[in-house]
Structure formats: C-alpha cells, structure tokens
C-alpha cells in the first residue's frame, strides 16, 4: 500500500518501508512538515517488527536540495526560542537516521544538496547513478552546514568536508564515491535493480544481528555528548544572521550578494 503524508510517499512491501521524497517543485528540500513526516516514519519504524530495511529515495531532478530556502528566511519571524525548536528538528531527524536500529539504504537518483548530503551520510548504504550530482552549498548563501557537519565529517574525513563546505563546488558521482559518501555508482537505468538487490541480500541477514552490529559500530564510534543541541543551536544562530538573510534574499532576487 502507498499512502501520502503530505510530500513523502510510504510504501510497506516485503519487510521493506519505501520513503520516497516527492516535493518537486520545490526539489525535495526540506522544511518542517516534511521532516516531521520523515520523523514520524523512523519513528513507527524502529518499533515494526515487520520493517526489516528503510529505503530512502525521490522522485524528480532532485534527490534532495537540502533546506526550503523560505523556511529559513521565514525564521526571522519566530521567537528566539520557537526559532531554535525550529532548528532542532533537521538535527533530531539526521541524529535519528543516523541511529536506526535497521539497515538504511539511500538511493541517489539526482542531485543532493546541504542537507541532503547529510541524509545521505546518516545512512548505513548510499547507492547512486552515474548522473547524480552533489554539493555543501550553504555558504554561498551566508550559511553554515551545521546539523549535518558531524554525520558528513563521519563519512568523508576533515579535508574533504573542508573542501567542499569551504568552496561550496559541485561534485560528481565519481568524486562522491572516492571521498567515501557513496558506496556503488551504477548506469541510471539499473539504479533500481541494483537497489533491489543489496536489499534483498540485506534481508538474508539476520534482523538482530543486524541491529546489534549497527550498535557495535556506533559505540566503536559514536556521536559526542551535546551533539545534537550545539548544532542546532548554531543552525537557528545562523539562519537569522544578517549575512545569511541578505544572501537569501539575493537568491531569491537573483541578484549577487553584497560580499
């Protein structure tokens, strides 16, 4: 069954749950609705015996564009305090994925940006096409890739993440998968079947030892204490600065900004 949560699309079928991001006009970014959904869904699925594999992939251009830009610019209108609830909730749901007690397998059809890049490292496997495209775009705007810098920092090393957070340039599939934040690029038409294979390897594994082996690894090398909270702290710090609305608004006005 397929069922739809405003733009997220569930699909239950053979022990596996489906996520797939279906915001396309605005190229799957994130903004609170969707990350509650996303939130509500690992949530439910953590508990389901049944669901023995989250997938995680898109539909669209985009796989996802990171954070809805409007949702940013719009936290200027919240409280202090609502602003920082706000910015908690990209670092609650990466920490999450991040913890999934079940095998995680993202699917990379197209193009991540920010913090699609940090749902991509917060999970177990990252399987992309050959066309797929990615970036740490966030200081061309005036932000900072706060609540995913510890997951992408986790995946592809200091040096890498200082390159590609500090330039903000796009990269390929191929360069994605030699720093390490995919683990199989495949021909786009065989995306899909080269997906369903790891999966249903996957699910000859044994559910318990599975999860047991995720906890091993994350206690081997885990998240630090305060994580979650100095992010999100930094990210609602950020988003309402003075450089980061005026780089909004000059994205939004297609024009350069004042730097």
Not at 92 to 112: D, E, H, W, Y
């Amino acid at each position: 069954m397929v069922t739809e949560r405003e733009h997220l699309l569930i699909d239950c079928n053979h022990n596996v749950a489906t996520l797939t991001f279906n915001r396309l006009e605005q190229h799957n970014a994130f903004d609170s609705a969707l990350i509650k959904s996303l939130q509500a869904a690992l949530d439910k699925f953590a508990l389901d015996p049944t669901i023995r594999v989250v997938k995680i992939n898109a539909n669209g251009q985009y796989f996802c564009a990171g954070g809805d830009l409007k949702w940013f610019k719009n936290a200027t209108q919240l409280s202090e305090t609502e602003n920082r609830e706000d910015a908690a909730l990209l670092a609650r749901l990466l920490q999450t994925l991040n913890a999934f007690p079940k095998p995680t397998v993202a699917v990379i059809q197209g193009s991540a940006f920010g913090g699609g890049v940090g749902l991509i490292a917060c999970c177990d496997i990252a399987i992309a096409s050959q066309s797929a495209s990615f970036a740490l775009s966030e200081v061309k705007l005036g932000l900072v890739p706060a609540t995913i810098a510890p997951y992408v920092l986790r995946a592809i090393g200091a040096r890498q993440l200082r390159r590609f957070a500090l330039t903000a340039q796009a990269f390929t599939a191929d360069e994605a998968y030699h720093i390490g934040l995919i683990h199989t690029i495949v021909n786009d038409s065989l995306l899909d079947s080269t997906a369903d294979a790891l999966i249903a390897q996957l699910l000859k594994n044994g559910p318990i030892a599975m999860s047991t082996t995720k906890k091993l690894i994350s206690d081997l090398f885990g998240t630090s204490s305060g994580e979650l909270e100095k992010t999100a702290h930094l990210l609602a710090e950020i988003r309402v600065s003075s450089e980061a609305q005026e780089g909004l608004s000059a994205f939004f006005e297609k024009r350069a900004p004042s730097w």
